[in-house]
């Protein structure tokens, strides 16, 4: 059974960091582009990142490039999101999920999330 | 950057109704359009790959409809469980990867 954990998410003051983490189980994990999604409360959803399986390729939002870094452990089966500079509108629920094959960037297999509170 | 426009907001049905949900895109994303149901509380859930592929272990009553810019999920007969927040998602030209803004179905 696909299990994504995510964990990491909590109350950060604005300017502030956080390393996001998303723990990957029953499928073959470093096969798999990986992406970040969010959603701010009450609000729709919003792509952030996604990772290639093995080749270390990124992609960002614009809202996001040059504050936030994907990465991924393969030995360890888990996907991260370092956050930097936090700002107000990156709180949100952050969800890590699964494509659903090879590079046919549809998810099927979602967190439940962890939420993110950017406030002072 | 592709703009996928969800119609319409909120839909209210009843239970054993037909629901039509629409998705047009500001160009054509071939047929690369996904569609997804969100309850409270929980994750989304992928419903339609391809524009008209059900995902594993989505009922029958679920299909998808469309290509190029306008595309339709249709619901053919309600469930009690159906009513949610349905978004559609389009990986034709990325980044970025768009979501539509959502379409609430409420019951009547």
């Known amino acids: 059974e696909v299990q994504l954990l995510e964990s990491g998410g909590g109350l950060e003051q604005p300017g502030g960091s956080l390393r996001l983490s998303c723990a990957a189980s029953g499928f073959t994990f470093s096969s798999y582009v990986m992406t970040w999604v969010r959603q701010a409360p009450g609000e729709g959803l919003e792509w952030v990142s996604t990772i290639s399986g093995t080749d270390g390729r990124t992609w960002y939002a614009d809202s996001v490039k040059g504050r936030f870094t994907i990465s991924r452990d393969n030995s360890k089966n888990t996907l991260f999101l370092q956050m930097n500079s936090l700002r107000a509108e990156d709180t949100a629920i952050y969800y890590c999920?699964?494509?659903?094959?090879?590079?046919?960037?549809?998810?099927?297999?979602w967190g439940r999330g962890t939420l993110v509170t950017v406030s002072s | 950057e592709i703009v996928l426009t969800q119609s319409p907001a909120t839909l209210s049905l009843s239970p054993g109704e037909r629901a039509t949900l629409s998705c047009r895109a500001s160009q054509s994303v071939s047929s690369y359009l996904a569609w997804y149901q969100q309850k409270p509380g929980q994750a989304p859930r992928l419903l339609i790959y391809?524009?008209?592929n059900r995902a594993t272990g989505i009922p029958a009553r679920f299909s998808g409809s469309g290509s190029g810019t306008d595309f339709t999920l249709t619901i053919s007969s309600l469930e009690p469980e159906d009513f949610a927040v349905y978004y559609c998602?389009?990986?034709?030209?990325?980044?970025?990867?768009?979501f539509g803004q959502g379409t609430r179905l409420e019951i009547k």
């Open positions: 391809d524009a008209s």
């Open positions: 999920a699964k494509v659903r094959r090879d590079h046919d960037v549809d998810f099927d297999y």
């Open positions: 998602q389009q990986r034709s030209t990325w980044p970025p990867i768009t």
